[in-house]
C-alpha cells in the first residue's frame, strides 16, 4: 500500500530537549516536505527536498533542521524546542515533475507539545 | 508570490442540502489548483485537482470544483451533503518553481459542521 509513514503520532517534550520526527514514503518520490499547521493559519511550509542530499526553506524554517540521506526518509530535527514549536505535522511526498504525476501524499500527522 | 483566500472559516449545513465552499487565489500564470479534506485527526486526501483542460472537475465523494479565471476562483461544490462530511477543507494552489519543484500554498481551511 502506497504511503507516508509519520512517527511518533504524539508526541510531548520540554524546552530544549533535541528531538527527531520521522517521515518515511514507499513510492519512490522525489519531492518531499514537512508542513505546520496551526489554528487559523493553514498548513505553512517548513522545509522541502527535490531530492537525496537536496534541501532548501520553506516559508517557516526557523528552529527546524532536515536532512535527506535516503530517498525514502526526510526527518524533521528540532534541535532545541521551544513552545512556539507546539503544532500538528505533516509530512508529504510526491513526484517532482509538474503536471498531473505532481500531487502530494500526506501522513497521518504528528502532534507535538512543547512544555 | 501565490496565494489563497477562504474566505469562510466555519459553514454549517443541514444533511441533504446543497453545499458550496469559496476558494480564491491570487498568482501570475495559470495555476495547479487543489481540494484536500481533513477528517478529525486525519492526515489529508486530495478531493480533487485542477491542473488544464476542462474547468470544471469531478472529484471523490461527489464533489466538484470549477475553474473560473475570471474570477480567479475554485469553489469547490456537492449538490447533496451527508453527515460524515463534517470536515476541515483546505483549497491549495501550485506554482512551478524551478527544477521540476512545484511550491504549494495552503488556505486557513473552512470547518464544515453538518446538522441533521
Known amino acids: 500500500e502506497a504511503q507516508v509513514t509519520q512517527n511518533p503520532r504524539y508526541l510531548i517534550t520540554v524546552t530544549g530537549k533535541k528531538l527527531t520526527v520521522t517521515c518515511s514514503q514507499n513510492?519512490?518520490?522525489?519531492?518531499m516536505s514537512w508542513y505546520r499547521q496551526d489554528p487559523g493559519l493553514g498548513l505553512r511550509q517548513i522545509y522541502y527536498?527535490?531530492?537525496?542530499?537536496?534541501?532548501d526553506k520553506g516559508d517557516v524554517p526557523e528552529g527546524y533542521k532536515v536532512s535527506r540521506k535516503e530517498k525514502r526518509n526526510f526527518p524533521l530535527i528540532l534541535e532545541s524546542p521551544s513552545p512556539n514549536q507546539t503544532s500538528l505535522y505533516f509530512c508529504?511526498?510526491?513526484?517532482?515533475?509538474?503536471?498531473?504525476?505532481?500531487?502530494?501524499?500526506f501522513g497521518a500527522g504528528t502532534r507535538l507539545s512543547v512544555l | 508570490a501565490q496565494s489563497v483566500t477562504q474566505p469562510d472559516i466555519h459553514i454549517t449545513v443541514s444533511e441533504g442540502a446543497s453545499l458550496e465552499l469559496r476558494c480564491n487565489y491570487s498568482?501570475?500564470?495559470?495555476?495547479?489548483l487543489f481540494w484536500y479534506v481533513q477528517s478529525p485527526g486525519q492526515g489529508l486526501q486530495l478531493l480533487l485537482k485542477?491542473?488544464?483542460?476542462?474547468?470544471l472537475v469531478q472529484g471523490i465523494k461527489g464533489f466538484e470544483a470549477e475553474f473560473k479565471r475570471s474570477q480567479s476562483s475554485f469553489n469547490l461544490r456537492k449538490p447533496s451533503v451527508h453527515w460524515s462530511d463534517a470536515a476541515e477543507y483546505f483549497c491549495?494552489?501550485?506554482?512551478?518553481?524551478?527544477?521540476?519543484?512545484?511550491?504549494?500554498?495552503f488556505g486557513i481551511g473552512t470547518k464544515l459542521q453538518v446538522i441533521p
Open positions: 485542477y491542473f488544464s483542460g476542462d474547468t
Open positions: 513510492m519512490n518520490h522525489e519531492y
Open positions: 498568482y501570475g500564470a495559470t495555476p495547479y
Open positions: 491549495a494552489v501550485g506554482a512551478k518553481r524551478s527544477g521540476g519543484y512545484q511550491k504549494v500554498t
Open positions: 527536498s527535490m531530492n537525496v542530499e537536496v534541501t
Open positions: 508529504a511526498s510526491s513526484f517532482r515533475t509538474t503536471g498531473t504525476k505532481n500531487i502530494q501524499y
